[in-house]
Nanobody, 115 residues
Framework: QVQLVESGGGLVQPGGSLRLSCAAS????????MGWYRQAPGKQRDLVAA???????NVADSVKGRFTISRDNAKITVYLQMNSLKPEDTAVYYC?????????WGQGTQVTVSS
């Protein structure tokens, strides 16, 4: 079993920045691929960004150039630096981890971009 604990969400004004963190724990014996999805009210959950153990990234076009995903393998932690936030970035952000054929999800953290 893998547990994911997210932190760093909140309320920010348009143009502001936030950094999300997600720490994995549990029965982990190799470095998993980790990433972030988001889900706005009434919409499907979409990929924001993902990063492999080797550091290869996949970033959604809607956030490219504004959001950066990174990781600390020693801590099994993934980060999402979000800059130039827009109201349309408002959503619940979920951390995810793909490990040994299973997908694990965090509880979600709310990000609200509003003036």
């Amino acid at each position: 079993q893998v547990q994911l604990v997210e932190s760093g969400g909140g309320l920010v004004q348009p143009g502001g920045s936030l950094r999300l963190s997600c720490a994995a724990s549990g029965s982990i014996f190799s470095i998993p691929t980790m990433g972030w999805y988001r889900q706005a009210p009434g919409k499907q959950r979409d990929l924001v960004a993902a990063i492999t153990s080797g550091g290869s990234t996949n970033v959604a076009d809607s956030v490219k150039g504004r959001f950066t995903i990174s990781r600390d393998n020693a801590k099994i932690t993934v980060y999402l630096q979000m800059n130039s936030l827009k109201p349309e970035d408002t959503a619940v952000y979920y951390c995810t981890c793909a490990y040994r054929g299973n997908d694990y999800w965090g509880q979600g953290t709310q990000v609200t971009v509003s003036s």
